[in-house]
């Protein structure tokens, strides 16, 4: 049955830029509904159940921040928290803030058209019902549109298949059983040392050789989250204002490498590495933007690789080579390169033999056949974009949202695009987002975003949009600011390269959280400077 309601503004998608959007403009006093196609709240937390699933971002710095009751009402056990945990925090925030009675759950938004005479946008959703609302803020994430791979005969398979993004919620028991895993991004590096404990046998499927830190995980000591507690809102205000958006997990070092010797070069390297996580990357200020400092660290990370597997082929197998440090998204895991010294765990080289197909009990390559009672799908993701063009966003004179990005996403600021009025994107293309802690960037887009409709409301407006010329010029910025670096080289989600036909363009933001927050503040500041208010 068809139903309809009105809202001063909608949210879509219940992660943490949903949870915090539906605060956030709730507290300002207007009427929010939010729709969310999961049966719970956390976004990517809710769908990642996946042995292994955890932050890598240190949870210190992966939390909400905005509301210190948050941080003193709860306790994290890991420096990096597992699934589960980050899982329950979020329900913990969403009772906390009252925001359940707000939600609605199973039910997926299908469309989103601007009414230009109502200016507003009515949303259609899967079960039929019909939801105006003068403002649509898509909280639908940056990596949420799972990816399965377009492999001959995938959908025969008789045994267990699942994508680490779409993991069954009573969990998979991979006990006596011949398990493959596909794809070594991120949540192949995560699962595959834990399920190479639960399988009988594990054959690891590689494309591409991904660079991966090691974690160093540990249980939270109580001393250290006691001092967290303590001055977290203000080590929080300063990570506002760095390049990503962090004050716990990582120093930048703001030094060229070419400044010191070699000694010392090695010894930053090594003292970053024996840290664990991201720190490495911020090891000198030039490293993502010098060839020669970035083969530096590549090297040093290959050499870690070497140090740790015991077959000489497989560690060659298992060293990046085909792109530059960190120009993929970089890992962080626990035991990964160790786990192929076990003697239950096989890779398969997919360069030299690339899988042919699937068959009802086996995945087929060039050269063999291997049985298997469960696949694995570590394939990632239509990052930034898929969510998004998964809807039917048609915004001024009914053009879509699929053809308006046709040659790639267009923005203002990675929040708003033109001819979309009153549409709002958190962590979209054209913002740092994916490049940063995800929750400090999230956070200042819904504030953003939050005082931007107030000072509509406050100034008798009713819509605001992107100018064509203003969002041009900072397609060109993002363009400018990726080109300075290396990362643009690499075959990654970044630039859209693991989907099939997908523009090539470089997605996020890669000027840093801190002077994109000034930026976005000066345009606001400037009475929004680069958006028409009508
Ligand atoms: P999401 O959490 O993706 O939530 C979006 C929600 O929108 C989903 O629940 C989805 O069901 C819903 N939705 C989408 N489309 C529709 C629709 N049409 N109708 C209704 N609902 C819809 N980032 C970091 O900074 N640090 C980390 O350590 C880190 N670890 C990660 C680990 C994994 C396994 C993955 C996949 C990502 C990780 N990320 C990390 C990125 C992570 O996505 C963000 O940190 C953050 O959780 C995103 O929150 P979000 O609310 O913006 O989006
Ligand atoms: P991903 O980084 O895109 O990795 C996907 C993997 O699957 C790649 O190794 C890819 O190979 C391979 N692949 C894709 N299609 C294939 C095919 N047809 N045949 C063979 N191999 C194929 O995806 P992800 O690992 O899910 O991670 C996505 C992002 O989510 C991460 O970069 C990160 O931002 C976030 N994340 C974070 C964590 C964390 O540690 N907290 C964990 C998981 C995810 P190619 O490289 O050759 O394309």
Known sequence: MERSSTYD???????????????????????????????GVGGTWYWNRYPGARCDVETTDYQFGFDERIVQGWTWSQRYAPQAEILTYLNYVTDLLDLRRDMQFDTRVESATFDEDATRW???????????????????????AA????????????????????????????????????????SGIQSIPVIAQQARELTVFQRTANFSVPAHDRPRDPADEARMKRTFMQDREAAKWTTQGVFASWVANDVSALDVDDHARQ????????????GFFESFNDLITDRDV??????????????VVDDPTVAELLCPQDHPFASKR??????????????????VDLRATPIVAITPHSVRTTAAEFAVD????ATGYDAMTGALLAIDIRGRNGVGLAEKWSAGPVTYLGIQTAGFPNLFLITAPGSPSVLSNMISSIEQHVEWTTDCITYLRQHGQRTIEAESDAERAWV???????????????DSWYVGANIPGKPRFFMPYTGGVGSYRRRAEQIAADGYAGFVLA
Request: with cysteine.
């Open 122 to 144: 009515e949303l259609v959703t899967d079960t039929g019902e019909r939801i105006a609302a003068q403002h649509c803020v898509m909280a639908t994430g940056s990596l949420s």
């Open 9 to 39: 503004v909608v949210v879509v998608g219940a992660g943490f830029s949903g949870i915090y959007g539906l605060h956030s403009l709730r507290e300002r006093g207007f009427r929010v509904r939010l729709i969310e196609a999961a049966s």
């Open 267 to 278: 010894a930053e390297f090594s003292r970053r590495w024996a840290h664990g996580g991201f």
């Open 476 to 490: 060109a910025h993002v363009d400018e600011r990726a080109s300075e670096t290396l990362m643009p080289e690499a």
């Open 374 to 377: 469960s696949i694995v799908l």
């Open 330 to 347: 970089l890992c962080v895991d626990t035991d990964y390169h160790a786990t192929f010294n076990r003697p239950n765990v096989a890779l």
């Open 147 to 186: 990816r399965a791979p377009d492999i001959p005969g995938l959908a025969s398979f008789a045994g267990g298949c699942h994508h680490t993004g779409r993991w069954p919620h009573d969990g998979v028991d991979f006990a006596g059983q011949r398990v493959a895993v596909i794809g070594t991004g991120s």
């Open 294 to 307: 970035n083969d530096q660290a590549a090297e040093f990370a290959r050499a870690r690789v070497r140090d």
